[in-house]
Nanobody, 115 residues
Framework: VQVVESGGGLVQPGGSRRLSCVAS????????MGWYRQAPGKQRELVAV???????TYGASVKGRFTISRDDPKSTVYLQMNSLKAEDTAVYYC??????????WGQGTQVTVSS
């Protein structure tokens, strides 16, 4: 199973960016797809996760600014990020959790919020 993120880059404070994550390969039933991030010197933290039943959980620091969505036929999950702040600067990782157990992570995509 391959998990590939895209869409990172440099964005100005207050700006927007959309990240994409595509899972491919020998996919079993996907239980959830989600986004995590890790800033330098900090632990990896939950950004947002969407479960197969449609329920969504957001990290406290992004609630109201970020939106997660999915395209099941394409095994793709998106993260729309609005009102970006300098503290959103991090490597953003996609995680896929399978119904049968186990998970796969992508390599990450860098998002830098700076003027």
């Amino acid at each position: 199973v391959q998990v590939v993120e895209s869409g990172g880059g440099l964005v100005q404070p207050g700006g927007s960016r959309r990240l994409s994550c595509v899972a491919s390969g020998s996919l079993f039933s996907i239980y959830s797809m989600g986004w995590y991030r890790q800033a330098p010197g900090k632990q990896r933290e939950l950004v947002a996760v969407i479960i197969s039943d449609g329920s969504i959980t957001y990290g406290a620091s992004v609630k109201g600014r970020f939106t997660i969505s999915r395209d099941d036929p394409k095994s793709t999950v998106y993260l729309q990020m609005n009102s970006l702040k300098a503290e959103d600067t991090a490597v953003y990782y996609c995680k896929v959790v399978f119904t049968r157990g186990g998970d796969s992570w992508g390599q990450g995509t860098q998002v830098t919020v700076s003027s």
